[in-house]
């Protein structure tokens, strides 16, 4: 019922950016997660679940979809379940995927949808919930600058809630120009900053359409805003200085999510 050194170094060194690199896997925590990649049929190298989970109607329940995904788990003790997951409340089962990038492509022909483009997003818990947000509102295409949160940490993954194996989160080298190709193609990327000259209600909720989003605490940068085609802000009518990213980018999506 222990798991080995070695099971339990490979659940470990996915918790650091170094290890999901060079390995090209990322940890899964908790049977609700691993449940939604089993569903999206995300490839998966192995799972563990804790004795008393594995006794109960949920863990059956879990232990049958992984063998019918041909995925080997073991049962393992609560201790053990400790050291492999970086949560710090585990829910008695973990799961090793594997970042495949085939998953990419099947957004690839759907360049009419809207997309969303956060400059620069450092905290995991916002990453997370902006892709878990965009999943909500059916975008399918998410792009993150150098310097974001690596959206396949432990602390991302689980704040997508699942959404990271229906969203494509891509990461940009050159923000702005990629910005000035998608609007030479014909898309409105629209940036959200405080003294944009849209209100919400003036977006585009149709056609080629983009959101950009800035920094947490610096907002966008004034060579990423000079390549969008237009602003926006949303109006303040109390007295909070600004609102947390992931609010103001679930505010803004959907004012522009609407029929293609």
């Not at 063998?67 to 997951?85: F, K, N, W, Y």
């Not at 974001?148 to 990461?171: C, H, L």
């Not at 910005?179 to 014909?186: A, D, K, R, S, Y």
């Amino acid at each position: 019922m222990a798991l080995s050194k070695t099971q339990i170094k490979k659940y470990k060194v996915v918790h650091l950016s170094k290890g999901r690199k060079e390995t090209g896997l990322f940890l899964i925590e908790g049977p609700e997660l691993i449940k939604e990649a089993l569903r999206e049929n995300w490839p998966l190298l192995e799972a563990a679940l804790t004795h008393s989970f594995s006794e109960s109607e949920s863990g059956q329940q879990l232990a049958s979809q992984l063998e019918l995904g041909q995925v080997p788990h073991e049962v393992c003790s609560a201790t053990d379940m400790e050291r492999i997951t970086d949560a710090r409340s585990p829910q008695g089962a973990a799961a090793i995927g594997v970042m495949d990038a085939s998953h990419l492509q099947r957004f690839a022909d759907q360049e009419k949808e809207m997309i969303v483009v956060c400059e620069q997003v450092s905290d995991p818990g916002n990453l997370g919930t902006i892709i878990r947000t965009a999943d909500w509102f059916g975008i399918r295409r998410l792009y993150i600058g150098v310097g974001s949160a690596d959206p396949f940490s432990p602390k991302v993954v689980r704040a997508t809630a699942g959404a990271i194996f229906r969203v494509a989160v891509v990461t940009l080298t050159d923000i702005t120009g990629f910005l000035t190709i998608e609007t030479e193609n014909g898309r409105q990327m629209v940036a959200g900053v405080m003294s944009g000259s849209m209100n919400v209600d003036d977006l585009p909720r149709a056609g080629l359409r983009g959101l950009v989003l800035g920094h947490e605490t610096r907002g966008l940068s004034p060579e990423v805003e000079s390549a969008c085609s237009g602003s926006v802000r949303i109006e303040r009518y109390g007295n909070t200085e600004s609102l947390n990213l992931s609010v103001a980018a679930g505010i803004l999506m959907h004012a522009m999510s609407g029929k293609q």
